[in-house]
Each structure stands twice: as structure tokens, then as C-alpha cells.
């Protein structure tokens, strides 16, 4: 039995209107990503915070899946194989297409943790520093997503799934955040296809057997019906 594994980033949301980082105007040129995405600037300002990730919420609840995120859930209900969708963004618009079981390495929007005690529950539209944990009452609520400096979820799993891989792809990531950006190496050498599906050429385009260039709305169904079709 055949196994795709596909990682995704923030490029297959850009056509549902969510913002990428590193393009153009990207987050990243926003924000400074110490200020907001890390556990020292969320201790120096946790109410600057809490404000990026609710401004993003608020934005990522409007968003709806475009035709990449459907035509993955497609593969996923047709393929005779196993295909596993590992992503490395907040948003939840693979699961909003049908998609299942959705690896988020870099934790969801949607979700709240506890920097007290580590419970995690639904995340309210606006949360703040006081935000009381359902669980322990203290105020120590923070959005349940993957700073930088911090483990992202799922590892040995991913790793797991990577080894036994026959097929690999990179949907809209620039592959410059490890470790997801060594998954197409790690994924290659266990004899995996590697297939590199962005608007254009990232920094490790030349771990790939194949890249293909455009946006995702055109490329990704393009390249799921050739899957589907029996041609890869
Ligand atoms: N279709 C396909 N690809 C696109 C599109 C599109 N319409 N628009 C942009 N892209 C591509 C860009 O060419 C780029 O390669 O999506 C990629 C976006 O790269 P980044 O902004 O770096 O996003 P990503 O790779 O997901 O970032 C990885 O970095 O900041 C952290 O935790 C954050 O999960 C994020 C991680």
C-alpha cells in the first residue's frame, strides 16, 4: 500500500485571503516575529500577543478552504493509499475541506493552553494575559501554537510516517523553518517521490525530484488529478 505525505504552509491558505510571512508585505514584515512569536515576547508583553493571535483568529474564522485544500480532501476520500496531510500552519481550513487527521506541527489557532498547567481548551474569539483557565482558574491563558524556540508537535510521528513514504510533497512552504524544511531530504532518502508544489522556486527547491511553480489553486488540483488519474 502506497503512502503520500503532504506538508503544507501558509502559501496553500494565500488564495483564502490569510496572509503568507515571508512574502511581499508577508507577516513578518509586519511584526517582529521576537515580539510576537516567541515565549520571551509573550513574558515582556503578553496583552501585544494575544492581540496578534486574536486579530489572526478573527481573520482565519472568515477565511474559507480554497480549491487546494478541497482537491487534498479529495485525494484523501479517493486514493486507494494512505495520504497524510502534516501542515505547518494555524489555520483549520484543511479540516473545513474534509480533510482528517491533520498533523498541526506548529499548533492551531483555534485552541488555547494554560502556561500554568498545560490544559487546553476551544480558544474564545478574544482571548487576553487573564483569560482564566478552565481548569486551574489561574490567568495564564496563551494560543496553543508552536513559537519559535519551541518543539513543534508530533515529530516521531512525522518522522515515522516520512520513513515508510512512497510519495512526498511541499504545498506553499518556503522551506526556510526547520525541521519541516528537511522533510523532503528525510523523505528522499527513505526512497520516496519528493514533489515541490509553491507559487515559485524556494531555498531548497533542489531537494526535490520534481517542482512545480503557479498557484496552488491551479497546481494542486492539477496535480491531484494526475495522482488520481494513475499518473503521479
Ligand atoms: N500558491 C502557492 N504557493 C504560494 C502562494 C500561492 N498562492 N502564495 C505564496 N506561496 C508560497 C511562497 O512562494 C512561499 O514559498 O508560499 C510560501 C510561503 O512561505 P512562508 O511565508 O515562509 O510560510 P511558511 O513556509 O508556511 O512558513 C513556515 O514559519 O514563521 C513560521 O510558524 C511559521 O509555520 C510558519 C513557518
Partial sequence: MDRIVILTGAGISAESG???????GGLWARHRIEDVATPEGFARDAELVHDFYNARRKQAARARPNAAHRALAHLQAEHAGEVVIVTQNVDALHEAAGSIGVLHMHG???RALCAHCGHRW??????AADT???SCGHGAARPDVVWFGEMPHHLDEIWE?????????AI?????VHPAAGFA???????????????????????????RNGPATRVVPDWVSGILRGRG
Fill in 185 to 211: 531530504l528525510q523523505a528522499r532518502e527513505a526512497g520516496a517521490h519528493t514533489v515541490e508544489l509553491t507559487l515559485e522556486r524556494s531555498q531548497v527547491s533542489d531537494d526535490f525530484d520534481e517542482t
Fill in 172 to 176: 506553499g512552504t518556503s522551506g526556510q
Fill in 161 to 169: 510516517l516520512l520513513q515508510g513514504a512512497t510519495l512526498f510533497a
Fill in 18 to 24: 490569510l496572509g503568507t510571512f515571508r512574502d511581499e
Fill in 108 to 110: 492551531t489557532l483555534a
Fill in 132 to 134: 482564566p483557565c478552565p
Fill in 122 to 127: 476551544s480558544a474564545p474569539d478574544e482571548m
